[in-house]
Structure formats: structure tokens, C-alpha cells
């Protein structure tokens, strides 16, 4: 079957027009699957496959010299906001999805993965895709399964919502696109990800840009009782693990997660509109299903598929980081102390930076998009190899 790459504009169902693949600008054809992931990617699951693809395009620098430079992105957020979007979306076959994204930038750029969080979408990423596609960066920001234009290809798939499966799609995203490196940044649920990706296929990651650390979840560990603030801040988690949390996620998907953005970034003064155009892939048919399999998981109230149980033991691991990182912190984020990073610091052992942002709350690349922008082309200028470290200490917004 021949891979095909959809684009639908506002107000325009998926498939408004096809692109073969292999008439695209320097692509080369893929073949679209509905297995789990694909032969190239199973063998880097298992551990046969080897990565032989050029990254000279990836390596190219970008146009603008960082040198003696301390606003590299002369925009402010409010021109960024009202001259530039997300664009069209895309969709693409990859593994068991048809998964929706924007694009952004040149097609030969070095690419970035950009992933969001949960109760949040692409347009987490609307100020910041803009300012990394200015500077020659190929911007790829992709639906996570259950939200937006995302869908299954079957309906008989397990609707699993595990910590691997998150990072095989993106890894499947990246083969279906041809892209065999890519930086990867991301928050909440994209943070996961992306850490997983950069801890067990590292030859996949240029370099990792990470809000609150180190995310990959430990189950045995996750069972252990926090803090009465910490555990009073994770509420949601044990109401989705009943049904009446369940059927409330059903009912109240726009106001239940409403009241977590004001309680996960109190300083921001979002708008309805913004909400409101974010709250729109809430209605995936199957976001109720993966935001609560994902947080029952968590908690070891669901099981995962056996399929998957090697690469959740090697993740149980805690494996390292090697790829250069730098990892965010919002000074008001309720989940993650502000600081230095030093709770999760030995897990990233590449060349290595920590920020904290004042008056930033959790969902960080919308809060300050022109900082998270800024962490992506740093990172893409860190040495690949060697552990050092630095501290950029506590930024403005």
C-alpha cells in the first residue's frame, strides 16, 4: 500500500487531497501498515535494526549566527501570534494511526518534533512553530493518539494509552516522514515521550529539550504515596480511576479540563478563544478512552499490552539520557519544584542545561513560547558527545 500524506484545511474534513509520497520534494516512497510498527522500526525495538541514513541535512546550522546574540528572536509573542499559525494540518499512515499534524518551515531544514501535553493540543506549540520555521527548522507538530484528527486505522486496535506506545508512534511518525534524526522537545505527556525516545533510540534524537526532566514512569515506584500537597495536585488522577471519574471525563471534557489549565498555570491569563480552540481536540472519539487507560495505567489499574512488556522493563530500568538536553522548569508549575533540576540531573549524562522560568506555569511553550524556541536552537548547538553541564540559572518571561 502506498503511503499517502493528506492535508485539510479550517473546516475541511481529512483526505481534502492526497500527495503520493514519492513525488514529493526529495522524499523517497513508504509504504503505509496497519501493524503495530513497522519492520524497520520492530528491529529497533528488538535490537537488530541498525540506523544507515545520511543526516548531512539534519546538521546544517541555521541561517543566523548565535554569536554575541540575546534576542535571537526579535518578534514579540503578540506579532508572532497575530502573523503566523499553525497552518493546514497534514495526515499521514504511521503504525496503527492515521496520526494529524502541522508542518511548518523548509522541508530540507533540520527537523523538530514538537509534542504536547494532556489537557492540551498542537496549538500549545502556535507561537512557538512559527519562530523555529523563521530560523530554517523543519517544525513537525503532531496530534498524539486520542486527540485531534488522530485517528486508529482500526477499529480492533486496542485503544492503549501505556508510556511506550506514545514514543512507537512518534517513531513510527518519523519513519512514515522520512526522518531518521530529529530534536525533540516536548511537556507533560510530550516530555515522556520525547524522553523515552532519546533513552532508548538515541540515534533518533539530535537533541532533547524536556519540561520537568525526567518523566519516564517507574510502576512499582509510582505506587509509593507522595506528599499531601503533591498528591491533592494530582487529583484528577484518582477520580479517572473510577467510573464516575470516567463517565465525568465524558460528560465535562471542555470544563474539567478548563479547571486544570487555570490550576496548572495560575499566572496565565489565557482567554476562552484560546481554550476553546485547544478544547476542539477533545472531541477525538477516542480521547476519553486514552486519557483514562493512560492515568489507570499509572497507577497500575490497567495492564498494558504483553507486546510491549521488554521495552516497559528497560524503561522500569530508568536508563539514562545521553543525547545533549536541556530541561524546563515554570517557577509556578504545582507538579515540579522550581530549582535547579537537581532531582533528576544524573539521568541526563550528554552535555546538559537546566532553565527555570519566573512566573511560568506548567503548560510552558504556550506560556513562553519565544524560551521554549530558544531552548530548541540552543540545544541544536550543544556538543553530541560528552557529559558536561551548566546551569542557565532562573530566566524573565
Not at 35 to 44: A, D, F, H, N
Not at 54 to 76: D, H, I, K, R, W
Not at 153 to 170: E, M, Y
Not at 294 to 320: C, I
Request: contains cysteine; aromatic residues 10%.
Amino acid at each position: 500500500m502506498t503511503g499517502e500524506v493528506t492535508a485539510a484545511g479550517p473546516g475541511r474534513g481529512i483526505g481534502a487531497f492526497t500527495v503520493d509520497a514519492t513525488r514529493l520534494p526529495g522524499g523517497r516512497g513508504f509504504t503505509g501498515s496497519t501493524e503495530m510498527i513497522s519492520r524497520r522500526t520492530l528491529g529497533k525495538v528488538v535490537g537488530t535494526g541498525a540506523v544507515a541514513a545520511s543526516t548531512a541535512s539534519l546538521s546544517v546550522a541555521c541561517s543566523t549566527s548565535m554569536s554575541g546574540e540575546s534576542n535571537y528572536f526579535p518578534q514579540t509573542v503578540e506579532q508572532v501570534k497575530e502573523n503566523s499559525g499553525l497552518g493546514s494540518l497534514k495526515q499521514v499512515k504511521a503504525g496503527v494511526l492515521n496520526v494529524g499534524y502541522a508542518e511548518l518551515g523548509p522541508a530540507h531544514g533540520p527537523v523538530v518534533v514538537l509534542l504536547h501535553g494532556w489537557p492540551y493540543d498542537i496549538h500549545s506549540y502556535v507561537a512557538v512553530a512559527p519562530l523555529l520555521a523563521e530560523k530554517g527548522y523543519r517544525v513537525i507538530v503532531p496530534y498524539l493518539r486520542g486527540h485531534g484528527t488522530t485517528r486508529f486505522l482500526s477499529s480492533g486496535t486496542f485503544r492503549n494509552a501505556q508510556q511506550s506506545v506514545f514514543a512507537l508512534d512518534i517513531i513510527a511518525l518519523m519513519d512514515a516522514l522520512r526522518v531518521d534524526k530529529a530534536i525533540l522537545a516536548g511537556y507533560d505527556w510530550g516530555s515522556r515521550t520525547a524522553d523515552i525516545i532519546a533513552a532508548l533510540w538515541p540515534e533518533r534524537v539530535k537533541g532533547l529539550v524536556s519540561v520537568s526532566g525526567y518523566l519516564i514512569t517507574n510502576l512499582e515506584a509510582n505506587k509509593k504515596p507522595l506528599p499531601p500537597k503533591l498528591e491533592w495536585a494530582w487529583w484528577y488522577q484518582f477520580y479517572f480511576a473510577t467510573e464516575r471519574g470516567r463517565l465525568g471525563l465524558e460528560q465535562n471534557r471542555h470544563d474539567l479540563a478548563k479547571q486544570i489549565w487555570k490550576f496548572n498555570s495560575p499566572t496565565w491569563d489565557f482567554d476562552d478563544a484560546t481554550f476553546d480552540r485547544t478544547a476542539a481536540a477533545f472531541r477525538n472519539p477516542d480521547y476519553v478512552s486514552i486519557v483514562i487507560d493512560n492515568y489507570r495505567w499509572r497507577l497500575s489499574l490497567a495492564k498494558g499490552d504483553p507486546r510491549y512488556d521488554e521495552l516497559e522493563k528497560r524503561l522500569a530500568a530508568s536508563p539514562v539520557i545521553t543525547v545533549p538536553t536541556i530541561t524546563l522548569d515554570g517557577e509556578t508549575d504545582p507538579f515540579t519544584p522550581a530549582g535547579g533540576g537537581s532531582s533528576y540531573r544524573d539521568k541526563f549524562t550528554g552535555h546538559y542545561a537546566h532553565r527555570t522560568l519566573k512566573g511560568i506555569g506548567h503548560n510552558l511553550p504556550q506560556e513562553a513560547p519565544r524560551d521554549f524556541a530558544q531552548a530548541v536552537v540552543d540545544v541544536d548547538h550543544f556538543p553530541a558527545a560528552g557529559r558536561t553541564s551548566s546551569n542557565d540559572g532562573v530566566a524573565d518571561k
